[in-house]
């Protein structure tokens, strides 16, 4: 099943169930008013949501026209936003960035940052900086959303818990990372509000899309219309899923409704942008700043300015939308 939620004036939004063309929608508003009450009653929500969902593909209901620009985040808010770093190919390539120490890269477990989780922007919400210059970066990830997970689960318990799946935009302003890093106590002025697909799938519905706590499918991202990065968020990702929220689980338990992000999806090779339309590329522009000094001695492309768009979606081997497109402009705060 695909879930999406509708503005309706709340904070929370209204539920609905997206067709798998992700072209219509049926109200869920009978079965949970939003996608937190629908996970915290998952057991009796989800059989009957699937059941709908059911009926929608089969054209046993028709459904409405689904729009994304009517679209919030799936889970507006939630109690807690905790991303990994599970690709060490994008943790090697950011190495030389300012601000960032060998001794924070590690090999053994994942590093993990909490973010800001009281305000997500909607899949089409533009990306507001208060300020030019900040060099504004996109960062293209894969999230799950889990149930609750005890304090030092095993692999299995994280596993089970995982309920949905979709990706994400964890924007960062690059002129911010290092002065957040050297004081001590991580990101934070550096990292935004994040934007998220505007439909989340259950795991079921990916079918061998999803083995080995892994997403397999290629996330792709265009600014302004030009291709800059393809990679498959299943190849080359050090620490799955379950690595994931186990390592974020060591010291706490885990709410309903906790999103964990894979960190910046990231394959290996040693292209520059452009990319051919083949190409593999990058899921944020630092790391193909870094690759182009590594090859030409200084880097061109340039950060993303007011004005610019970005388009992020993970595609099937049909290149069709799986959770459909994070679509957004960078904007300047205005006053």
Same mark, same amino acid.
């Given at each position: 099943m695909r879930l999406a939620t509708l503005r309706n004036g709340r904070p929370d939004g209204h539920l609905v169930i997206v067709s798998k063309d992700l072209s219509r929608f049926a109200s869920a508003g009978r079965i949970a008013s939003n996608l937190q009450d629908a996970l915290d009653e998952w057991d009796r929500c989800a059989p009957i949501l699937r059941a709908v969902s059911d009926q929608l593909d089969n054209g046993e209901i028709a459904g409405m026209p689904f729009n994304p620009r009517e679209a919030l985040a799936p889970l507006p808010r939630a109690f807690q936003w905790i991303d990994g770093a599970g690709y060490m190919v994008h943790l090697d390539r950011v190495r030389s960035l300012k601000g960032s120490k060998d001794a924070e890269l590690q090999n053994d477990r994942p590093l993990l940052y909490q973010?800001?989780?009281?305000?997500?922007?909607?899949?089409?919400?533009p990306i507001v900086v208060p300020e030019d210059g900040l060099?504004?970066?996109?960062?293209?990830?894969?999230?799950?959303?889990?149930?609750?997970?005890?304090?030092?689960?095993?692999?299995?318990?994280?596993?089970?818990?995982?309920?949905l799946v979709g990706i994400c935009n964890d924007v960062s302003l690059r002129r911010l990372v290092a002065g957040d890093l050297q004081e001590g106590f991580g990101f934070f002025h550096a990292k935004p509000a994040t934007s998220f697909s505007p439909v989340f799938v259950s795991t079921d519905e990916l079918g061998e899309a999803w083995r080995d706590n892994r997403l397999h499918l290629k996330v792709r991202t265009h600014v302004n219309a030009s291709l800059y990065g393809q990679p @498959?968020?299943?190849?080359?990702? &050090?620490? *799955?899923?379950?690595?994931?929220?186990?390592?974020?689980?060591?010291?706490r338990e885990l709410g309903t409704g906790t999103i964990i992000g894979s960190g910046t999806v990231a394959?290996?090779? @040693?292209?520059?942008?452009?990319? &051919?339309? *083949?190409?593999?590329?990058?899921?944020?522009i630092a790391e193909a700043r870094t690759a182009e000094k590594a090859r030409i001695g200084k880097a061109r492309t340039p950060f993303l300015a007011?004005? @610019?768009?970005?388009?992020i979606?993970?595609? *099937?081997?049909?290149?069709?939308?799986?959770f459909g497109a994070i679509d957004q402009t960078v904007e300047l705060l205005s006053r």
């Open positions: 973010g800001g989780s009281d305000s997500f922007l909607a899949p089409t919400a060099a504004v970066d996109y960062e293209a990830e894969v999230v799950v959303v889990i149930s609750r997970v005890p304090m030092r689960p095993t692999r299995e318990q994280a596993s089970a818990a995982i309920r @498959d968020a299943g190849t080359d990702m &050090r620490f *799955d899923f379950a690595d994931l929220i186990v390592a974020a689980a060591q010291t394959n290996a090779h @040693d292209d520059i942008l452009p990319i &051919r339309h *083949d190409g593999i590329g990058f899921s944020c007011i004005g @610019d768009t970005v388009r979606e993970a595609v *099937d081997a049909d290149n069709r939308s799986v």
